[in-house]
Every structure is written in C-alpha cells, then in structure tokens.
Nanobody, 117 residues
Framework: QVHLVEAGGGLVQPGGSLTLSCAAS????????MGWYRQAPGKQRELVAR???????NYANSVKGLFTISRDNTKNTVYLQLNSLKPEDTAVYYC???????????WGQGTQVTVSS
C-alpha cells in the first residue's frame, strides 16, 4: 500500500522553528531519494530539500543553511527541520520521492506551515 503522511506544521512567528515529519510506506521510502516540497498559495509546488538513501543532501538556495532534511531508514520517515522561518516560507509542505512517485499523481495531504506575527 502506498502512503505518505506528513505532520508537524502549524502557526509560528517569524524567526521561529518547526520540525516536520513524513511517514512513508516502505515501497516508497526504501532506497529512494526522498524530498520535501512546498506549495505556497498561487504558486507551483517546488522541491526545497532532498536526501538520498545514504543521507547525502541538497537544498534549494532559498532554504540553504536554514532547513535541514534527515531520514530514519528504520522508521521509513523523513524529517525537515525549519529554522529562522520567514513569512515567505508559508506554504503546504509535502514529502515525496524525487522525482515524485507514480508520475507525480500521488501526494499525501501535506502539512500547513504558516509564518506570521
């Protein structure tokens, strides 16, 4: 069974931090590159961080040095630590493989991150 379940979003003040988690089914997670994506209102979904099965990471320039992606291969879970959050980080955050599984036709429900004072 295919599933992606994101959690950990919320409302946070500028400069604050959050940790997101994503539990994936083994068929999606195992040996695959996992990524965190976000979609802000009126914008296209974008990849912000990715991590290989061996934990090599890459980040979009907009979040480099601010966000940290990690994974626990024993739990089929990927995490995203968001630090020094800005209002422009407000978006729904999703995880998926990179590139997205099933041709991009399957996504979890996402988790809303809102950065506002």
């Amino acid at each position: 069974q295919v599933h992606l379940v994101e959690a950990g979003g919320g409302l946070v003040q500028p400069g604050g931090s959050l940790t997101l988690s994503c539990a994936a089914s083994a068929i999606i997670f195992s040996n695959n590159v996992m990524g965190w994506y976000r979609q802000a209102p009126g914008k296209q979904r974008e990849l912000v961080a990715r991590i290989t099965s061996g934990s090599s990471t890459n980040y979009a320039n907009s979040v480099k040095g601010l966000f940290t992606i990690s994974r626990d291969n024993t739990k089929n879970t990927v995490y995203l630590q968001l630090n020094s959050l800005k209002p422009e980080d407000t978006a729904v955050y999703y995880c998926n493989t990179d590139p997205p599984c099933l041709g991009g036709h399957y996504w979890g429900q996402g988790t809303q991150v809102t950065v506002s004072s």
